[in-house]
């Protein structure tokens, strides 16, 4: 049966469990999505309490970061969402994509309007990938992807 959250620190505790674990076992998001068998960008934001998992791969998480079943049980529960408390964000990543979307906010929002219609992007029906590629002039770049299923508004 599925079960949705209601107390968003239960999900924060796990999560902060979670990390100590896979710290202390020295693995990577990629090897724990590995082992649930999903995508790394959809198991770390569920194991950081933002998804459930599906019973299987919460299973398979759990075993591999040495936690109970109802640490199991919790990964598989629907959370409250939402990482960043009221204000602006003080971590300097966090901040870094909170200030994209203040200066390219308005930007994103014509151009979707413009190419799709009156709407949203899905962050549910939705798929996330970063990669690290070569900087022509030196350094690294980040490739950020945001995928999202277009949503029409639909007049009722």
Do not use: C
């Not at 239960?10 to 710290?23: F, G, N, P, Y």
């Not at 090897?31 to 791969?57: K, R």
């Amino acid at each position: 049966m599925v079960h949705a959250q209601f107390d968003p620190t239960a999900r924060e505790m796990l999560a902060a469990t979670a990390v100590e674990a896979k710290i202390a076992k020295n693995l990577t998001w990629q090897q724990i999505a590995d082992t649930a068998g999903l995508s790394v960008a959809f198991v770390t934001a569920a194991v950081l309490g933002q998804h459930p998992l599906p019973a299987e791969s919460a299973a398979a998480v759990a075993e591999l970061l040495g936690l109970d079943d109802r640490a199991a049980t919790l990964l598989q529960t629907i959370p409250t969402r939402g990482s960043i408390p009221g204000g602006v964000p003080t971590d300097p990543t966090i901040y870094r994509f909170y200030e994209m979307l203040q200066v390219y906010g308005t930007t994103l929002k014509a151009l979707v309007h413009e190419q799709f219609g009156d709407g949203i992007i899905s962050a549910i029906n939705f798929k996330l990938d970063v990669k690290k590629v070569a900087d022509p002039e030196g350094g690294e770049r980040a490739v950020i992807t945001l995928d999202g299923k277009y949503l029409p508004t639909k007049p009722f």
